[in-house]
């Protein structure tokens, strides 16, 4: 069984369909990315899938529902999201805003162990840890925004484009950190619309189109596909 | 002199101490016994901005209706302590009543709110605001509940035992007055208050209000529970407020919904602003600042009739005038408030800071 499965996903804006049924699945230890152009529908259908959107259709993770439940229960289930935009707490400073993430959690020597550790994986993080956040540059935040999504020891991590809005050679960085964390045995989803980077750190994808899915598999599969090269590999 | 006292911080503790209790003998023979109840005034304020800063200045949430909760107080006071329905409850029985329902209140009114943000939450709360207001104005028929505009009179003063607070007392010979003791009453009230406030900011709940003051969708996904979390925001800030207004109530003696108009609100809020968004010492400073200084511009009436034989521009509208003005003033030259946390300030005036930083960063990074 897999970790998150979903199907027949549906999300409506008022008179427009953004998501028409998508089905996905998401194994344990997998990195699985869902790519597509801007407005496809990547976003909402993780939206849907944390419980931010009102949806249609079944979203299972591990063997249980989450329909109908609210964001801060599958929260509590063990999914992290990094939201798009990452939303980091700007007037918050670099140290709460990852005290933030291990909200829920009461262990609190694991949690000072955990932040070492990811003071660790963003050495950035821990120069600046009495910054405020607001403060951070933009790959500064996503790398606060991921640090802060591993405090709660999530089992499945939902990336929302975190290329978005970063210098290149910032992103290039941030794809490292995924990677590593995945090395580590973490679950990811990865929503991204930069194709050519999801599709090289990533085991599996998805291709979205105008709300629903046109491709899916290996990614080394789909970056060889020659429809996707034309679309979104830019050739 | 600071230096002195900041290393000697139990000295300074007792220093302000005795200033606070001397406070009111210093003022009443150097102004005047009038002042001394402006003074009780200003700690009324003090505890409703305190109140207000908890949904505004924690949790973000901008209520421009926050002077509802003070009414109710003010109103529940009255009916259980004055001879409106024959009815003559001890204080420290209906204190807490008050509070707890402009805390219910705080819920109601929150609940239909919560998924409004920034002005449309405003918008709503100071409709709500105006709507217990009008039902104040207007609840004298069929069933005479508030007397309507004409307001409630002869409410019970705040007595322990046989000791009322509204009359002057004797203490080895020394006559202290209604105003002084109520002084002393407030003023423990508002470092209960300050106190209470103080411990929710560093608290628990104290950073999920930050958390979704700052981005509410972040904030879920931390696995905060945000419809619990902003109501109980609402709930908090409320029962200070109906704490407040029972005591106004019982310190007036009278109430009438002229009281508790939307200008109130505003003025709460811009204690706040004034002072320093969530700031406890800033905000303090902001109420008290603004219950003072309308005051003092009394004065400028009597000098003009003094220098001009008489009054050219009425003070009630050069208040307004200054105000605004005082307002455009802070807003331009120090957005963050006259006594900011270090933080905010930091925040407001690190434009420059960042815009280097950036930059610095992208080149690491390239480097």
């Known amino acids: 069984m897999s970790l998150l499965e979903v199907k027949g996903l549906n999300i409506h804006y008022g008179g427009i369909q953004a998501v028409r049924g998508i089905d996905l699945n998401v194994e344990e230890g997998e990195l699985v990315c869902l790519i597509g152009a801007n407005g496809a529908g990547k976003s ?40 798009e935009g990452r939303g980091i707490f700007a007037r918050l400073t670099v140290a709460e805003n990852l005290a933030m993430g291990a909200y829920l959690r009461r262990d609190a020597a694991a949690v000072r162990a955990d932040y070492d550790r990811i003071y660790a994986t963003f050495p950035r993080l821990a120069e600046r840890r009495g910054q405020l956040a607001g403060l951070l540059s933009g790959g500064e935040q996503q790398m606060l925004a991921i640090g802060r999504a591993l405090m709660s020891r999530p089992r499945l991590l939902l990336l929302d484009e975190p290329s978005m809005g970063l210098a290149p050679l910032m992103v290039q960085k941030i794809y490292e950190t995924i990677q590593a964390v995945a090395r580590e045995g973490m679950t990811i989803l990865l929503v991204e619309q930069n194709a050519h980077l999801a599709l090289q750190v990533s085991q599996r994808g998805y291709v979205m189109e105008s709300g629903a899915i046109t491709l899916a598999g290996p990614s ?16 | 002199m600071l230096d002195f006292l900041r290393a000697r911080p139990r000295l300074a503790l007792i220093l302000v101490a005795v200033l606070l209790a001397a406070l009111p003998f210093l003022v009443g023979a150097g102004l005047g016994k009038s002042w001394v109840r402006v003074l009780d005034f200003a700690l009324l304020y003090v505890m409703l901005a305190l109140g207000l800063n908890i949904v505004v200045g924690y949790a973000g949430l901008l209520d421009l209706g926050y002077v509802a909760f003070y009414a109710l107080g003010a109103y529940l006071y009255a009916w259980l302590a004055s001879p409106h329905f024959g009815l003559h409850l001890p204080f420290w029985a209906v204190l807490p009543v008050g509070a707890l329902l402009a805390g219910v209140f705080g819920v109601l009114l929150g609940a239909p709110t919560l998924r409004l943000r920034g002005d449309y939450l405003a918008i709503v709360t100071l409709g709500f605001g105006e709507i217990i207001r009008i039902f104040m104005n207007n609840l004298d028929a069929p069933i005479n509940l508030t007397n309507g505009p004409q307001g409630m009179n002869l409410i019970d003063p705040i007595a322990f035992g046989g000791f009322a607070l509204s009359k002057t007392h004797k203490f080895f010979g020394f006559a202290v007055s209604n105003a002084h003791l109520y002084y002393y009453l407030f003023l423990a009230f508002v470092l209960v208050v300050m106190f209470v406030a103080l411990r929710l900011q560093d608290s628990r709940i104290g950073r999920a209000w930050a958390a979704i003051r700052e981005d509410e969708v972040a904030a879920s996904a931390m696995g905060i529970n945000t419809r619990n979390v902003k109501l109980l925001a609402f709930a908090m800030g409320a029962t200070f407020g109906g704490l407040a207004g029972g005591l106004f109530a019982a310190f007036q003696g009278f109430i009438s919904p002229e009281s508790f108009g939307l200008m109130e609100s505003i003025m709460i809020l811009c204690m706040i602003v004034l002072g320093g968004m969530g700031h406890i010492p800033g905000v303090i400073l902001g109420a008290v600042l603004l219950t003072v200084l309308p005051e003092a511009l009394r004065y400028v009436g009597d000098w003009q009739r003094a220098m001009l034989g008489h009054v050219a521009v009425d003070p009630a509208d050069l208040r307004m005038l200054l105000f605004g003005c005082a307002l455009i003033l802070m807003m ?12 905010r300030k930091r925040e407001l005036h690190a434009a420059d800071e960042v815009a280097e930083h950036e930059s610095a960063s992208v080149y690491d990074v390239r480097g």
Request: positive net charge.
């Open chain 1, 44 to 83: 909402s259908a993780l939206k849907g899938i944390v419980g931010l959107l009102p949806h249609g259709g079944q979203v299972h993770y591990a063997g249980a529902s989450l329909k109908d439940r609210p964001t801060h229960a599958i929260a509590a289930a063990g999914l992290a999201l990094v939201p």
């Open chain 1, 220 to 235: 080394a599969e789909l970056a060889a596909d020659p429809q996707v090269r034309v679309a979104y590999l830019g050739e």
């Open chain 2, 332 to 343: 331009l030259f120090r957005p963050e408030g006259l006594w900011p946390s270090r933080q």
